[in-house]
Nanobody, 125 residues
Framework: QVQLVESGGGLVQPGGSLRLSCAAS????????MGWFRQAPGKEREFVAA????????VYADSVKGRFTIFRDNAKNTVYLQMNSLKPEDTAGYYC??????????????????WGQGTQVTVSS
């Protein structure tokens, strides 16, 4: 399995931006499609975005479409989540996940094989 470590979370004002990173180690990173999920206290883990193995294809939750961008650098074994126009409702722990199956882009967290420890994003004035 691949090991994942997220970074880049923090406190930001509404309307601000953050870039999350997820560094992978272990097996070949480019053989995994990747996803970002988030979880707020008392709520279920929620799909945010996913990206295909090459990075050419992406999919987003409606709640973040147009504000968030997922991209990856396979040479650096890293996937990113650029978050713009942040809202208080974006406050959550953010987790990256690796998918080893043949149909990328799932919004079901149970289909992902490996998870990072998460990074907290708080949007507040």
């Amino acid at each position: 399995q691949v090991q994942l470590v997220e970074s880049g979370g923090g406190l930001v004002q509404p309307g601000g931006s953050l870039r999350l990173s997820c560094a992978a180690s272990g097996r070949t990173f480019s053989s995994y499609a990747m996803g970002w999920f988030r979880q707020a206290p008392g709520k279920e883990r929620e799909f945010v975005a996913a990206i295909s193995w090459s990075g050419m294809n992406t999919v987003y939750a409606d709640s973040v479409k147009g504000r968030f961008t997922i991209f990856r650098d396979n040479a650096k074994n890293t996937v990113y989540l650029q978050m713009n126009s942040l809202k208080p409702e974006d406050t959550a722990g953010y987790y990256c996940a690796a998918y080893s199956g043949s149909t990328w882009g799932s919004d079901d967290p149970h289909e992902y094989d490996s998870w990072g420890q998460g990074t907290q994003v708080t949007v507040s004035s």
